[in-house]
C-alpha cells in the first residue's frame, strides 16, 4: 500500500521545539517533491513548507520563515520538518504532501498543539 505517514506532532510549550517526521511506505520518496500543510480549526489547510525533489529547493511561508526547516533524508525516505520558536498560531494537524507529476499522496496528518 503506499502511503505517507507524518508522526511527531504533540503538546508544547510557546517556544518550543517540535520535529514532525513524513516516512513512506511502499514507494520511494527520491523523485517526489514533499509539501508540508496544515489546517487549524475553522480554517483553510494552507501551505507551511515545501522541498523539492533532486537538489532540495525550499520554500516557507512567510509564518514560519526563519523558525521552521525542512528537509529530507532519502536514504530513510523520509522528509523532516523542524519546528522551532512554536506559536499557539501554530495549533493545527500538520499533514505532508507528496507529488510526482501527476501522482500525489497525501498523509493522514499530526496534530500539533501549541498551549501553556
Known amino acids: 500500500q503506499l502511503q505517507l505517514v507524518e508522526s511527531g506532532g504533540g503538546l508544547v510549550q510557546p517556544g518550543g521545539s517540535l520535529r514532525l517526521s513524513c516516512a513512506a511506505s511502499g514507494f520511494t520518496l527520491d523523485y517526489y517533491a514533499i509539501g508540508w500543510f496544515r489546517q487549524a480549526p475553522g480554517k483553510e489547510r494552507e501551505g507551511v513548507s515545501c522541498?523539492?525533489?533532486?537538489?532540495?529547493?525550499?520554500y516557507y511561508a512567510d509564518s514560519v520563515k526563519g523558525r521552521f526547516t525542512i528537509s529530507r533524508d532519502d536514504a530513510k525516505n523520509t522528509v523532516y520538518l523542524q519546528m522551532n520558536s512554536l506559536k499557539p498560531e501554530d495549533t493545527a494537524v500538520y499533514y505532508c504532501?507528496?507529488?510526482?507529476?501527476?501522482?500525489?499522496?497525501w498523509g493522514q496528518g499530526t496534530q500539533v498543539t501549541v498551549s501553556s
Open positions: 504532501k507528496g507529488t510526482y507529476g501527476p501522482l500525489a499522496y
Open positions: 522541498i523539492s525533489s533532486s537538489v532540495g529547493s525550499t
